[in-house]
């Protein structure tokens, strides 16, 4: 596994975290009681990912990302040989608030979020 780490305004309120994971075998990012206080934003642009928030399963398309409120445990997965890019996030930008955490959605689709970030790639 690979891990790319890009930051952007860190330290400010509205600074961004952007971890890049690439892989030769399946990626999983475990269910562990989080004590951050971090939103993280999981999204894979050409596989995949499943993902567990409480008792919700969900599985994402390449057009969707995953919302892990900060503090709330989660599991989400990827399978082999993908990217998985983790957005860790102080707060949440205001074209995203009326979106809801542990749901899937698609920010980068027409007719999604109106929030942009520059992701690397």
Known sequence: MRCQEYGYGLGRPEGIFVLRYQSEGPLEFGAIARQDFLHQLYWSPDGAL??????DARFLGPGEAFWAQRAVSHEVRAADRQTVYRICLRQVPPGWRSCAPGRSWSP?????SSATWPVPG
């Open 50 to 55: 499943s993902a567990l928030h409480g008792g």
């Open 108 to 112: 980068w689709r027409p007719g999604g």
